[in-house]
C-alpha cells in the first residue's frame, strides 16, 4: 500500500500492489473482497461473471447518509454498469470510537462489521459512513471519502456534516452524492488503476485522477477545500474520457 501525497493535494486515495492469481480468490474461484483498488473493475462493470451487485451501507447513531444520495448512487451504477440489479441495504452500526480514522483502523472496523461478501452470481461493495475525519486532515485540505480496496470505500461523514453547516456550502445530497459516486470511480478502475486509458487523460499532478475540466473525477471532488469552488451545488458527471475506459473495460 501507498499513500499518495501532493504539495496542492492531500489525496486519500490509496493504492495497493496487484495481487497474483493465488490470492485473488477462495476456494470456489470467486474473487475476493480485499484485493487492491480497481482490480475488481471489470467484474463492477460488466455482466459476464457477477450479474447483480449488493452494497451494504453502514452507520453510526447520527450519521446516516441521505436517501437520495444512495438513489442518485444507483442511477449512477445503472447508467455506468450492465448489472441487472442493483441493491443498497442499509444498517446502523455501534462505534466505540470517534475518530480521526486512519484507513488501517477503517478497514479493521470493516472486518468487524461487514456482512455482505461477493457470492457466485453477486459482487458486494461495502460503504462505511464514519463518524470522525479522516487522520491527517488539517487546515482546509479535509478529505470527504476514501475508497481504499476493491470493493471498499470510506465516507467522512463527520467532515461533510461540519462542511454543508458552513454558509453558501453545497446541500449534503450534492456533497455526498459527488463523493459516493466519486471514490465508486475509483473502485470502477478510474483514472488508469483498473480500467485502462484509452486515451492519456490522468492529471500529472493528482495520480488516478482525471484532468478533463469539471469531470467527476478531478481530485477535487475529493476534498472540501475544493468540491464548492468547482461545482457549487452542481452534482458533477464523469466526463467523455472517463466513460470510454469504463467502455472499454465492460461498463455502459
Do not use: W
Request: net charge negative.
Amino acid at each position: 500500500m501507498k499513500q499518495i501525497k501532493y504539495t496542492f493535494y492531500l489525496l486519500s486515495l490509496i493504492l495497493f500492489i496487484g495481487c497474483s492469481s493465488d490470492d485473488s480468490g477462495d476456494s470456489s474461484g470467486i474473487p475476493d473482497n480485499d484485493l487492491g483498488l480497481g482490480q475488481s473493475a471489470h467484474d463492477l462493470l460488466a455482466n459476464d461473471i457477477f450479474s447483480t451487485m449488493e452494497i451494504e451501507v453502514v452507520y453510526p447513531e447520527g450519521f446516516q447518509p441521505e436517501n437520495e444520495s444512495l438513489q442518485n448512487l444507483k442511477s449512477f451504477l445503472q447508467q455506468r454498469t450492465y448489472k441487472t440489479s442493483i441493491d443498497i441495504n442499509t444498517r446502523e452500526i455501534e462505534l466505540n470510537s470517534e475518530g480521526p480514522y486512519s484507513i488501517e483502523q477503517i478497514r479493521s472496523i470493516e472486518n468487524n462489521v461487514r456482512t455482505s461478501f461477493n457470492t457466485e452470481d453477486k459482487i458486494s461493495v461495502f460503504i462505511i459512513f464514519a463518524n470522525g475525519k479522516k487522520q491527517g486532515d488539517e487546515g482546509t485540505s479535509n478529505t470527504l471519502g476514501t475508497a481504499y480496496q476493491n470493493t471498499s470505500i470510506v465516507i467522512f461523514q463527520e467532515t461533510i456534516i461540519s462542511f454543508t453547516n458552513a454558509p453558501g456550502a453545497p446541500s449534503k445530497t450534492s456533497i455526498e452524492t459527488t463523493t459516493l459516486t466519486h471514490e465508486f470511480g475509483h473502485l470502477l478502475g478510474l483514472v488508469g488503476i483498473g480500467s485502462e486509458q484509452q486515451n492519456e487523460h490522468e492529471d500529472p499532478n493528482a495520480e488516478a485522477h482525471c484532468i478533463t475540466e469539471n469531470c467527476l473525477m478531478r481530485a477535487e471532488a475529493e476534498f472540501s477545500s475544493g468540491i464548492m469552488g468547482m461545482f457549487g451545488d452542481n452534482i458533477p458527471d464523469l466526463g467523455s474520457e472517463c466513460i470510454l475506459d469504463l467502455q472499454a473495460n465492460g461498463g455502459r
